[in-house]
């Protein structure tokens, strides 16, 4: 699943009010991962949901002794799986990134006490519901050719910034069969 709900620096909190917007930033706290480090693994207790304000974030699982990769979060993305109580795929930064992250019980009781935040808290997860579905229709079904042009089509920056064995990964074919579909595709 991608999450593409792209806003720029702190724009996940787009659309709040200025009111919903500081109760927010009240509890959020900045932290940053050089490349490759790790925010969550598999098996995890999610203390903290993260965003992202700088950088990239890829979700995976380990699958037969590799890695399939099932997310990658940008700039003003959610990190999807951090919602979970339980992290089942692991998170690491692709590049140096800055998260913000607030404590889950926190956010939790906000919701509780907060329409607005409660709806925020509820578009994110329509959205990642959105990405997930999004991706079994029109990715997993096609053939790995087709599934390239799309992921073309549909989020050309990838290239730019996803190792393309990290993309093969996504795709679920290996890098060499990823090669060989780009060469036929130029």
């Not at 940053?32 to 950088?55: A, L, M, Q």
């Amino acid at each position: 699943m991608l999450c593409m709900e792209k806003t720029g620096k702190t724009g996940v909190l787009r659309g709040m009010s200025p009111a919903g917007t500081e109760v927010l930033k009240a509890y959020l706290e900045k932290v940053s991962y050089e490349r490759n480090g790790v925010i969550t693994n598999e098996g995890d207790e999610n203390k903290y949901v993260y965003f992202v304000e700088e950088g990239l974030v890829r979700g995976y699982i380990g699958l037969d002794g590799r890695e399939a990769t099932f997310s990658f979060s940008f700039e003003g993305d959610p990190v999807v799986s951090t919602f979970r109580p339980k992290a089942i795929v692991a998170e690491v930064a692709m590049e140096p990134t800055i998260l913000l992250r607030i404590n889950r019980e926190r956010l939790e009781s906000l919701f509780a006490v907060s329409l607005e935040l409660a709806n925020w808290g509820r578009k994110i997860m329509e959205r990642s519901f959105f990405d997930a579905e999004n991706y079994f229709v029109n990715y997993f079904w096609k053939n790995k050719a087709e599934q390239y042009a799309l992921l073309l089509r549909e989020h050309p920056r990838l290239l730019q910034r996803v190792p393309l064995k990290d993309i093969a990964s996504y795709l679920n074919v290996t890098p060499q069969s990823l090669s060989r579909i780009r060469a036929k595709t130029k």
